[in-house]
């Protein structure tokens, strides 16, 4: 009898454990994907994700049928989707990595015990995180809420095993079972087709995140301390795709950045590196304070901020998502995002105050915003980001600490390039103004062909005056009144 081995959000061959303990039992294989929107419900994935979804499963049955394989596609509850694969296969072996969310770990659970209660072998192994959720503890034996000491302990763990390859060949049973088509699925967008930035910026699938894996350790690794912060270059490794969908894991993440260190400087973690590792384990944290902390995605950590006074202001939610602010960084972040399904990590941060802050509008809204349109969009990273902006989070930013998206332009945009790329409007202006147009001479305004308010917004709100309003806002809350 054949093994079904469920994949998931583990969308690769190579260091990937359930595979390899499959087909070790030496018995024919039937690799199966469930579409599980319904268990997911309103977590399922959202419109970036679902186009990424469509090229990486893609890639994944290529590469299956290049050893010998088929990936079987199925839908509806997974519960269910198994039960028919293990009568229609006889299978009496499942096998799969397993996933975090709190969906999915009530799910996963009933299904391994009624597998179980059935004499079905059903075993799930780690291919998403270099550690557990449950195996790191504080010293008094509970889960961390502080980020330093967490990366403490991980890195005290030493490195992470090393991957494994993937196998040769993965045996074929007899006939596989029947599938459905992926086409069916319709998980890409038809009209209108907001796809073409998507396409141009990344390649789904095991192979396109070997490939961004070896150009970022080759080119980018040794310098990621310096260039991280800068989002008009390419300094960070745009993996977070590849890594929530799977295609790629942490462990092989680790081992290929310690290498490239190894190569540049002799030592596995010069600086370059040893920050780059620290944000994975940020991944790792998040994904830490989701499992303990399951109201995460609903619920701010620190219980104060439920009585903060957030404001409906569906214009301005409107300008947000559309880039339409007025303020320059803020608007290239929200196009940037729109066009790739990406955006760089310190425009996120100065994107999500603006919302939070200068908006006041809540968290959520920004968080199911970025749930539709990015393609690294992930449950636990997400939401836990979100709530660090807002000062809600565990480990978070004080809300006291307003971004000014000017200054932050400035610093970290310094010559106006990325504000240029992504709001051509501004293109002409000089760099003194181009992050701050409203402060630009009127013939500035006009060798750059510009006109307020007709071809770029002004502020929508003035920066000074709503960082006040929030500090108001905050200490209102703080004093329960
Ligand atoms: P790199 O700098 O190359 O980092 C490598 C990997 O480390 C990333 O791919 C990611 O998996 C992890 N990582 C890096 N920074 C963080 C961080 N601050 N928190 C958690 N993990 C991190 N990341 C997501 O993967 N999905 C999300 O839905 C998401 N939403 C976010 C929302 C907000 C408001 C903010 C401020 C950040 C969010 N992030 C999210 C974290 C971070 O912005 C992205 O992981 C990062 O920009 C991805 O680009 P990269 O792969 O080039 O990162």
Redesign the pocket.
């Known amino acids: 009898a054949p093994v079904l081995l469920w994949f998931r959000r583990d969308l690769r061959l190579s260091d990937n454990p359930a595979l390899t303990a499959a087909v070790s039992t030496g018995r024919p294989v039937v690799p199966v994907f469930i579409r599980d929107d319904e268990d997911a419900g309103d977590r399922a994935p959202g419109g970036a994700s679902r186009w990424w979804l469509h090229g990486s499963l893609k890639a994944l049955a290529e590469d299956l049928s290049g050893r010998g394989s088929r990936l079987i596609l199925r839908s509806g509850n997974a519960a269910d989707a198994i039960d028919d694969l293990l009568k229609e296969t006889g299978a009496e072996v499942v096998f799969w990595n397993r996933r975090y969310e709190p969906w999915a770990t009530r799910r996963d659970e009933a299904i391994k015990t009624s597998l179980k209660e059935r004499g079905i072998e059903a075993k799930s192994f780690n291919a998403a995180l270099l550690c557990e959720p449950w195996e790191i503890e504080t010293k008094d034996g509970g889960p961390y809420k502080v980020f330093t000491p967490f990366w403490k302990a991980l890195r005290g763990l030493g490195d992470p095993e090393r991957p494994e390859a993937a196998p040769d060949g993965i045996p074929a049973p007899d006939a596989f079972p029947k599938t459905e088509n992926l086409d069916d699925w319709k998980l890409l967008p038809e009209k209108p087709d907001w796809a073409g930035g998507l396409r141009e910026a990344w390649t789904p699938g095991e192979k396109g995140a070997r490939e961004r894996l070896a150009t970022?350790v080759d080119e980018a690794v040794m310098a990621?301390a310096d260039k991280?912060n800068l989002p008009a270059k390419a300094?960070?490794?745009?993996?977070?795709?590849?890594?929530?969908f799977g295609e790629v894991g942490?462990r092989q993440?680790w081992h290929a950045a310690i290498a490239a260190g190894m190569s540049a400087t002799g030592q596995p973690t010069p600086k370059g590196v040893e920050t780059?590792l620290s944000?994975?384990?940020?991944?790792?944290?998040?994904w830490h304070l989701l499992f303990h902390f399951p109201t995460l995605p609903e619920e701010p950590l620190r219980p104060e901020f439920s009585d903060f006074e957030w404001k409906d202001d569906d214009g301005g939610l409107k300008a947000w998502q559309q880039g339409m602010t007025g303020y320059p960084i803020v608007d290239a972040g929200m196009r940037e995002l729109w066009a790739t399904g990406?955006?760089?990590?310190?425009v996120?941060?100065i994107?999500?105050s603006f919302l939070v802050k200068d908006l006041l509008v809540h968290?959520r809204e920004?968080?199911v915003w970025?749930?539709d349109t990015?393609v690294?969009?992930?449950?636990?990273?997400?939401?836990?980001?979100?709530q660090?902006?807002a000062g809600s989070g565990a480990d978070a930013a004080p809300y006291f600490r307003v971004f000014n998206p000017v200054l932050q332009g400035e610093k970290f945009d310094p010559d106006g390039e990325y504000v240029r790329r992504w709001v051509p409007e501004l293109k002409d202006l000089p760099a003194n103004a181009v992050h701050a147009p409203w402060t630009a001479k009127p013939m500035e305004l006009k060798e750059a062909g510009i006109e307020l308010g007709r071809d770029y917004p002004h502020p929508i709100v003035d920066h000074a005056t709503a960082r006040k309003r929030a500090l108001e806002r905050y200490r209102r809350m703080k004093d329960g009144n």
């Open positions: 970022f990621y991280r300094g960070t490794s745009r993996l977070s795709p590849h890594l929530h942490p993440i780059f944000e994975i384990a940020w991944r790792e944290f998040s990406w955006m760089h990590n310190r996120r941060m994107v999500a968290w920004g968080e970025f749930w990015l690294d969009a992930d449950l636990a990273n997400n939401t836990a980001s979100w660090w902006v």
